[in-house]
């Protein structure tokens, strides 16, 4: 059998715009509360051109020319209530609502068409510190997690060597729930702080080889999917001084 030899010239030219805005009120309606209130808004827009010649065994292919744009646009309301219990305790309740939408515009890539994707979620957050003593402190918060897919992801795709990974606009969000615990000790300029953490995700984001019904152009390709469930959990150490140096 005669082997096969693939050559693969590309050329990629993509803008990437992100346009940013914050508006926070930071508030103290009580001596033991400090709130942290705002609203973030975000749109990031890709416009993309590529080209690819193959060689197949000396053979020229059809050239592919790509012309993608899509953009991600979010909207975020965001609190922060900070509580005093006592001299040494403090409770911090955080909450963030979402609303995302993600418009593939244009497109020329086979078996994708302009499409707009909506997606809302709210997400919350509890932390509780203590003071030991003047030197020791112990923290324990709980979080929720929330990432829509990128634009690489859902839109545009990315090439990795020889491969390229086809983008998903059906990707659903991930989300998590994370759990972390740790102690801080601070003595002579040192500090040591320990923290255990385990992070559960759903709906977790990754790439896999492409299956016929994807309808990519290449076996060897790859698809963003979801793929499933993740977790991980660990222990993460930090040792530090600060020394004051005279000349």
Do not use: M
Request: hydrophobic share 40%; aromatic share 8%.
């Amino acid at each position: 059998a005669r082997p096969v030899a693939t050559e693969r010239s590309i050329f990629s030219d993509a803008d990437l715009e992100v346009d940013d805005g914050v508006l926070q009120l930071d508030w103290t309606p009580h001596a033991e509360h400090y709130i942290v209130s705002g609203l973030q808004y975000t749109e990031e827009r890709v416009n993309q051109e590529r080209h690819v010649d193959t060689v197949t065994n000396g053979i020229p292919g059809r050239p592919e020319n790509i012309h993608d744009e899509a953009a991600i646009e979010t909207l975020a309301l965001f609190v922060q209530d900070e509580w005093q219990l006592g001299e040494r305790t403090t409770f911090t309740l955080g909450a963030r609502q979402y609303r995302v939408e993600g418009r593939l515009e244009d497109t020329t890539r086979a078996g994708l068409v302009p499409q707009t994707q909506t997606d809302a979620q709210a997400i919350a957050s509890l932390g509780l510190s203590h003071e030991l003593g003047d030197n020791v402190v112990l923290r324990a918060n709980v979080a929720q997690g929330y990432v829509y897919p990128s634009l690489l992801q859902f839109a545009t795709g990315a090439y990795a060597a020889s491969r390229f990974v086809n983008p998903n606009p059906d990707l659903e969000p991930e989300t998590a729930l994370s759990w972390e615990g740790g102690l801080r000790l601070r003595a002579a300029g040192w500090v040591f702080d320990t923290g255990v953490f385990r992070t559960a995700s759903e709906d977790y984001i990754d790439h896999v080889f492409c299956a016929p019904i994807d309808g990519c152009l290449s076996a060897r390709d790859k698809v963003y999917v979801n793929i499933g469930e993740s977790t991980a959990q660990g222990l993460e150490p930090l040792l530090s001084v600060t020394r004051a140096w005279r000349l």
